[in-house]
């Protein structure tokens, strides 16, 4: 690192697992002067985003578009369809599965937490075994409604398959920060019928998440309260590339990044948090430092040294990993530069680890790309 | 208008009471690779906002930033310092405070609203008399905490001296796409200590809202969830505007086209919608037009010929008026150009009016200049 | 004008004729990452360009496309189809006629300039009797070839009516910071069959300017030499725009804004510099002021004043008069706002002038639509 | 490469050796809004350019920044200096060397050429030898003035140190589109002050190029005629960020990843054009690919597979081999991901090569800093 230079030099290597790098035509069409959100240029805006969000999700059902970031997805969730006291089953898969625990005690409901070591997934037996217990069914029987099913999408939407109509979802929480490839500021409510019927008797108080006025208005193109505009602009071009690429060809390079990533972590003979391959995140991979070395004294010198940011790390395990983002709008070369990085800021800061890392990662990309043309051949 | 023409031409006159013009400064800023929002450039981004925004507002207390539009920044207030069936003393001076009214009561407050004809401001005799009234006062009382004064600044924020220490209010309500001159999607809580301290005592469910997380992970240079970063860095730049203009010019200068914008009206011969000179808004001057002209078609009509857009109509006036709005980084030739557009667009459509509305601006201009070199020379 | 502000606020009024205010369309096209100007991407924005441009130009032929400003477009013409000692015939309508002239002595031409006012324009009969004259004709007939027609439309292309081909023309010399809306730093050459030929017996050095290479090369989609790609991404889209808005439909807008302007002039009371109506600019309009007042000082005035800039005075009349530019990406609104504000800008300086010259603009342009509502309505 | 997918995915690695990445804060600059070319605003921005541009040459004297690419300064260079007739002597080092040479023939000199094989440099001793011959010497004794000393520093200003002053050079071309950062469509004359007495007795027709009306003007922060105000708004801000990261430190670190790049290719087994390490460039590396194998159909597979572009091959060699530049706005993270696209790459084509040039190139940055860090240490 040059002494006295008070520049950052280069792309920064953004591997937080959102906000993702932004595309330049995503940012592009946010700086654009700002149209009347009342009059007819902003309806076929609303339509676009309103009709194309649609197909991400995976549903026909109209998806809710919110001025705000994940979070306030997750309390719309909440207020929308359920009532004070209420019980919530919730698993405690690491962070954000913490906080949204305590947001809905914040909120006057009575979650129920199947605890957990953050290092693996959602137990579907867990769960059921849960739902069988006798206060929680027989409060759901009480109430004459089955539970509805929630699923925080957020850092998968538009980087893995979902579909949210096809497997029986209720409301599914989303955000544009990650596999949309835009800035944090807007969040989604995908509904399913059962929700919007678990709407009309939910009696938490609501007045900027409630769904019935945002339904009553995107029908014709308009939004209750000034949307925002620049953010909209965005969503409709971000949607379009997703297509361009084709969603399929997005997924599958997701996939490839992400077991690219994982085999250059297991080249460098780190653990990955998460224990079992089975809940492996197509998104981001966690990866354990050896005992005594501090991973966020790491991340500042390959911040310094290689102009790379990564996630940080929470709870149990807090300075004790780093997160490798593999998300959003980030090809192969890309990826294995951030791999790069990493590697060799992992020899700057002395950590003990093997090299290797980044040529099981190209490996792995070019067998990947070789089958992938040799399946097209056939 | 040529016939075949699909493209607007030149600059969109954005003549809605917000979003305003945006300056290309505050976009460019916007359209800037994302940084880590948990990163040192973060940190110093967060703190320039969040130091900036409290002379804006002028007060040394915490300003809590929101990324949600102003309607969030209403419930916010609310959610954080009163409990269900709490009474608030609303008045209706038009569309917005019988949105608020309605906001209330979905929240489970109870709204005293005092009415009004939408056409004058807020009466503070009116206002008195209420709080003298046996029921609220001793409700108040018995709560041994006096009323909160809260102030909705969302279209008058930057455009018009505003004091929220000195003038003893104690939720000041704010928005970013007014005077602020950003896009929608940023709102703001001023806080008064008699504030923080009712919402220690508050029990409405709050969680997004929250104050106390706001203001405990922002004295780090934080947020408790991922905020809208390049809104934060749009925000920097606009404070920086304001200041390199001082915000005693922004005022004149916004007070200058007000009146410049009132005395066109007039000589037009048109009834401005507010009655009342004291009332007169420094942002946006609502035009009534003769009784047979529809304010929608004539709002179509300057749109398509003149590529202009004007505030709509709501209420019990709806489609009779249309709002000419003189707020945000605009120049006075700039508001000249909206007012001959809307001048010659009266004349296409065929609407009475006088001849010389776009003179009087002209010559109201001229002096206002012309007096303030006199007093600089004196 | 506040007295401590370092800010000009809102919108720049630009006004001088050319560069001209630039589309946010063409600005974000620009603002885009660089590509290779040997790969496939570049090939298919190359064709855009090198076919567009000759729809502007009216001509079946190739354009050479320059990065340079006009200026090197200039020399090139001359370069291409010339030879030292050759005679030029040029006729001194203003400041640019002259400069062409210093340009021929320079290359080793021998200019005969048909002398002039600066307040006219090129009148044909006076250049019918320069070529009638004994040495001129003798010498063009000597050399076999008659004389070639060139045209410098730099300041009227694509903001009035232009046909390379019907009208005979052997080379037209174009630039891009005009009626084509784009940044300074691309002109073009359009070329007659009679022009190449020449171009083969020319013996003027030339290398950067050489039009046969360039042809050759453009017919594979690129240049011999590094072009100026951005400029390219730009030009593609401000043809897309021209078209998009009908040829027809931008020079009948550019005669209403130039008329509008010249009546405002009128009003005034002041004198335009253009004697013969049948020279009138379609995209400028030189103003002269009073006898003892100073256009630079009251472009000064008015720059501080009301953020407007106007084109500034050459030759014979320098300093007694300003150019008002009507020209390029610019709406009614826009030009009246400019009208205004000099109208405001005399009235601070003490310029002697009446009043109503907005006035007469706006009833001009009222008078334009609706002639054309009728129009359509026949 | 997904089968169906029409878009090219992340950021495109352009190896090619200029034009380079541009930093997004060099394409913000220039999306702004134009400004007068002759108003007090361009003026400031005109003399940070015209001051700053001297800091990248190392020079005191003046340097003249032209609207056009490199091949345009050499034209430049060449005319203000140079008579009909005058003998240049020039080194057939590459594709560049070649086309200079016919440029000369084209304006009318005579080039002694010193023939090369366009994989080593300029060798000084055979450019003695041929200095001593009788006829140019000669010639240039009875000319009175001893030849002048131009240096093309296109593809290696602000990448490597070059000192105009202190090396003793006479005319230095510069282009934009290098390290300095920027598009193309600028480029520059260093100018001695022999070459300066030079251009009083140049006899080569000149206008566009000639140097004299350009100093005056720039005298007094303009141009003889409309420059590239926008490239003059990118220019400003790439020098500032040159001197923020430190000139020495922008040389040291194209030098490591020069030296990253050559360890890649040899690690390859691949052989580099350049036969002597003494003339290696620290801008760009060619790499010959094994007989038989097409170094065009290399690269189109590369930027399908791997969305990346690398230099093109020319003359004797064409087709055999291709040039990854290292250069700009480019950090560690960034080449080497440009190294592992292309290792990648070599494997998806089938090309014979080995594996471990990436972690060669990795294993030598990580030593540079290691070094470096020390080196401070001490």
């Known amino acids: 690192m040059p002494q006295n230079s008070s520049r950052a030099v280069g792309r920064h290597f953004l591997q937080i697992p959102g906000p993702t790098p932004l595309p330049d035509r995503v940012l592009r069409a946010m700086d654009t002067p700002i149209i009347d959100h009342r009059g007819p240029e902003f309806a076929k805006l609303a339509k676009r985003c309103l009709d194309g969000i649609k197909t991400i999700f995976k549903t026909s059902n109209p998806v809710i578009i919110y001025t705000a970031t994940g979070t306030g ?10 009532s004070a006291g209420d019980r919530v089953l919730m698993v405690e898969t690491g962070q954000f599965a913490t906080l949204w625990k305590v947001m809905a005690q914040k909120l006057g409901l009575r979650p129920e937490f199947i605890s957990g070591d953050w290092r693996t997934g959602a137990d579907a037996a867990k769960i059921e075994d849960y739902l069988r217990k006798e206060p929680i069914r027989k409060a759901i029987d009480a109430a004459g409604h089955p539970a509805l ?12 398959d979902y579909r949210h109509d096809e497997w029986g979802v209720d409301v599914t929480i989303g955000g544009a920060q990650k596999g949309l490839m835009l800035p944090p500021g807007m969040s989604f409510n995908a509904i399913s019928d059962k929700a919007l019927a678990a709407a009309k008797s939910s009696k938490l108080p609501k007045s900027f998440w409630a769904w019935d006025e945002m339904l009553t208005m ?35 390079r997701h996939a490839r990044l992400a077991e690219a990533t994982r085999r250059a972590v297991r080249a460098w003979g780190l653990e990955i948090l998460c224990r079992d391959p089975k809940y492996y995140s197509p998104t981001v991979t966690a990866v354990l430092l050896p005992d ?82 040799r399946a097209a051949a056939e």
Chains 1, 2, 3, 4 share one sequence.
Do not use: C
């Open 73 to 82: 997805a997750w309390e719309a969730a909440l207020v929308n369809t359920l």
């Open 149 to 160: 099913l929630m699923v925080d999408t957020i850092s998968s939407l538009a980087s893995t």
């Open 218 to 252: 995107n029908k014709i193109g308009f939004f209750p309260y000034t949307p925002a505009t620049q953010m909209l602009q965005g969503l409709a071009v971000s949607i379009e590339m997703l297509h361009e690429e084709g969603l399929d060809n997005v997924f599958a």
């Open 292 to 373: 005594g070395h501090d991973a966020d004294a790491f991340r500042n010198l390959a911040l310094d040294a290689f102009n790379i940011s990564y996630g940080a790390s929470f709870g149990p395990y807090a300075k004790r990993y780093f997160r490798i983002g593999h998300l959003g709008d980030v090809n192969d070369g890309w990826q294995v530069g951030a791999l790069a990085s990493t590697e060799m800021a992992l020899g700057l800061a002395g950590i003990p680890h093997k090299k290797g890392g980044v040529q099981a990662a190209m490996d792995y990309i070019v067998a990947a790309h070789s089958g992938g043309a």
